[in-house]
């Protein structure tokens, strides 16, 4: 493994299974700065906790743009508005703020908690479905259409037109993928801008009702709410509402599927779950540090020069860092290629940090909470068809894009 190929390497598909080798050597290179014009990639606990919260470091469109990064409006020139996690402050806190209002405390102070009887039922539901089956694909069969369910149910999507969602979601998820956007054709741009327009008019659809009929559900909220920051525009509901809907179930898809593949390969804490299903907590937390679904932050620009670690990094220069590579760094975790889930400081950077840290963090959790320690109480003896399994290409949200299971029988 040579320096010089250190950072193609990050997306290179060849280590999508197991990229942790790799986050280890790069990690010895704390700021790697490869190419003329390149990212600057940083890979410890420390550094990358630091630039979170910098004030000097954007996520703003336009100043990522000027920084070199011309694919980062691939498939989204659709005449929506940037989403606030594409904002700086102060525009970024307002639509925070009013989207908040709508999910969470102080306003709904239990809005995801008051779901927790509907998301085991919805869990229930889907490992009943299994059937006689003695083997099925987790991701299709359990993973995915579980948190899809559930973000529809938040927002307020009828739920006949739930099935419709993967074929809009999944070309859009594709553009978050450096590697897919440095080499995307015509046909991919052309997909992803297609899939949002038709999302966005879906959306625009259920709006225009929710203003006349409002709801108890977050798009009404999001419609109607006048507080002290004012009112969403129309597109701004628009925009937010396609960011929930992407977000807000395709980081539960990963969270879930590698949280199972890691439970399968360690054995004694499935049993563990099954006899203790409040292990779940802290099963989870180890999950969001040992197997991160988003792996990479690759779209930062720094807006002045910044020192890191007695290195100059450049005003105008773009950043990766590498979430999943700080998560196992042996500075800041004893015994990081462990995974255990009574580790007594599960500090990690799962969710990001500072003022873009995961908007839908608490629904994740509890999510996957549910969704691992039902599959661990109802199947009998399971265990991994293929290990390791098919993963799909993208680097930054990296998952199985299949888990095939088997199991003696569904309790």
């Known amino acids: 493994m040579t320096q010089t190929s250190l950072f193609r390497q990050i997306t290179d598909f060849a280590n999508r299974a197991d990229p942790y080798p790799l986050y280890e050597e790069i990690r010895k290179t704390p700021v790697l700065h490869e190419e003329e014009g390149g990212p600057y990639v940083i890979s410890s606990y420390y550094d990358i906790k630091g630039l979170l919260h910098d004030p000097r470091i954007s996520s703003d469109a336009a100043t990522l743009v000027a920084a070199g990064d011309d694919d980062i409006g691939q498939g989204e020139n659709t005449g929506l508005p940037p989403s606030f996690l594409r904002l700086d402050p102060p525009e970024h806190d307002r639509l925070r703020r009013i989207a908040n209002s709508a999910f969470g405390p102080p306003h709904r102070p239990r809005r995801v908690e008051n779901m927790r009887g509907e998301m085991a039922d919805i869990v229930a539901e889907l490992i009943d ?51 897919t956007r440095m080499t995307a054709d015509p046909e991919f741009v052309k997909s992803a801008t297609e899939a949002r327009m038709q999302l966005g008019m879906y959306l625009a659809g259920l709006v225009e009702e929710r203003t006349k009929q409002p709801r108890d559900d977050m798009l009404s909220d999001l419609v109607n709410t006048h507080g002290p920051d004012g009112a969403m525009t129309m597109m701004e509901v628009l925009s937010t509402s396609v960011l929930l809907l992407i977000a807000g179930h395709e980081t539960t898809v990963n969270l879930i599927t590698n949280g199972m593949l890691t439970l399968l390969r360690h054995p004694e804490i499935l049993r563990r779950l099954r006899e203790d299903p409040g292990l779940s907590v802290n099963i989870v937390e180890e999950l969001l540090r040992y197997e991160p679904p988003v792996q990479i932050v690759p779209q930062r620009a720094t807006i002045a020069d910044i020192d890191v670690r007695g290195v100059t990094i450049p005003k105008g220069s773009r950043l990766w860092l590498v979430l999943a590579a700080g998560n196992r760094d042996p500075e800041r975790f004893k015994h990081p290629q462990r995974f255990d889930p009574d580790r007594e400081d599960i500090q990690h950077l799962g969710f990001g940090s500072g003022i873009h840290s995961c908007f839908g963090a608490p629904l994740a959790r509890l999510e996957t909470q549910i969704a691992l320690s039902a599959l661990a109480r109802r199947l009998d003896d399971p265990r991994l068809v293929e290990d390791p399994p098919p993963y799909r290409q993208n680097a930054v949200l990296r998952g199985p894009r299949h888990l095939n299971i088997a199991f003696d029988a569904v309790r």
């Open 129 to 179: 479905g299994f059937g006689d089956a003695r083997q099925i694909d987790l991701v299709d069969q359990f993973a995915y259409p579980f948190p899809v369910t559930v973000i529809c149910r938040l927002l307020g999507v009828p739920r006949e037109d739930e099935p419709r969602f993967r074929a809009w979601v999944d070309p859009l998820v594709a553009t978050l993928d450096p590697a």
